[in-house]
């Protein structure tokens, strides 16, 4: 009978309103200590009464409470002048997007089970030594330094040392008599 009568509070607290059971919403609340919903049901119950301990009772639902603005909204004298018309609006707002979001889930989970997707996954290519042998050999020519050109003609490779300092003195042209000297030197040991 106690469960039924607390079932009934919480889902329509404007029962509240009519001779509430004070007592069994406080025997409730010192057996589960952590129920908000009967800290809020006891604090509008006492309100009704006008009780000495409406304030203590206030309180202690604002700290337990998930919303304070429902809360409030349950506390105002407007709630206990509207009664049932006041709750069946919340009601209705409440469980109304919960309704929408609930369809709406349950069409994606039924599109997904329709269309059964599955992720496919890209073979890694094989690898392959002659090819990364040959891309190790290929030069990137747009990368030039005075340091590799140096290094090119300290190996010998006068030609390509002398094609490097071409392109410096065409990026650098305050410095091309400099490097007009150095490819002039690198011809004549070519014609050595």
């Known amino acids: ?114 269309t059964k997707p599955s992720v496919q996954r890209s073979k890694a290519d094989f690898y392959d030594p002659v090819e990364k042998a040959s891309k190790s050999i290929e030069e990137d020519e747009s990368f030039v330094t005075e340091t590799l050109a140096r290094i090119y003609s300290m190996q010998g490779r006068y030609s390509k040392s002398i094609k490097i300092y071409q392109k410096l003195s065409l990026i650098n042209p305050e410095k091309s008599d400099y490097f007009a000297l150095l490819i002039k030197h690198l011809e004549d040991k070519i014609n050595e």
């Not at 206030?58 to 004298?77: D, K, V, W």
């Not at 018309?85 to 707002?93: L, P, S, T």
Request: proline residues 4%; positive net charge; without cysteine.
């Open 1 to 114: 009978m106690q469960d039924e009568q607390i079932i009934d509070y919480i889902s329509d607290p404007s029962l509240l309103l009519f001779k509430p059971d004070i007592e069994l919403l406080k025997g409730i609340k010192d057996k589960y200590p952590y129920f908000q919903s009967i800290h809020l049901l006891l604090a509008i119950a006492v309100n009704q009464t006008e009780s000495v301990f409406s304030n203590k009772n206030l309180r202690e639902a604002a700290i337990y409470a998930g919303s304070r603005s429902r809360m409030h909204y349950f506390y105002t004298p407007d709630f206990s002048q509207k009664g049932k018309d006041v709750v069946g609006a919340i009601k209705q707002r409440s469980k109304s997007p919960e309704k929408r979001i609930r369809k709406k889930s349950d069409d994606i989970i039924d599109r997904f089970i329709k």
